[in-house]
């Protein structure tokens, strides 16, 4: 079973920086990406940002400019980071971890989600 751990959530004022982490483990498959979702009180869970295994970027509008993805290997893990800066309060919202595995069918796997909080 895929196992992701997040960190680095917590309590930040309006303009400060962030360093979400995301540990991934014991995945059989490669993985086909790594994503950030964010999910704000009342809002729909939406896409921050993804890698892909070749290591494209993609950023939702929200973000460009002020959010960088990346991601690095070791032996038995993957680490996906997302470096916040500029916050502002509309980013506050619980951030989860999304990987995808090179399985068929696809599928996909979620972290248990930090919470960020950015006080204006």
């Known amino acids: 079973q895929v196992q992701l751990v997040e960190s680095g959530g917590g309590l930040v004022q309006a303009g400060g920086s962030l360093r979400l982490s995301c540990v991934a483990s014991?995945?059989?498959?490669?993985?086909?990406?790594m994503a950030w979702y964010r999910q704000a009180p009342g809002r729909q869970r939406e896409l921050v940002a993804t890698i892909a295994s070749a290591g494209t970027t993609n950023y939702a509008d929200s973000g460009k400019g002020r959010f960088t993805i990346s991601r690095e290997y070791a032996k038995n893990t993957a680490t996906v980071y997302l470096q916040m800066n500029s916050l502002q309060s509309e980013d506050t919202a619980v951030y989860y971890c999304?990987?995808?595995?090179?399985?068929?069918?696809?599928?996909?796997?979620w972290g248990q989600g930090t919470q960020v909080i950015v006080s204006s």
């Open positions: 999304n990987v995808e595995l090179k399985q068929v069918p696809r599928r996909q796997y």
């Open positions: 014991r995945f059989r498959y490669s993985i086909n990406y």
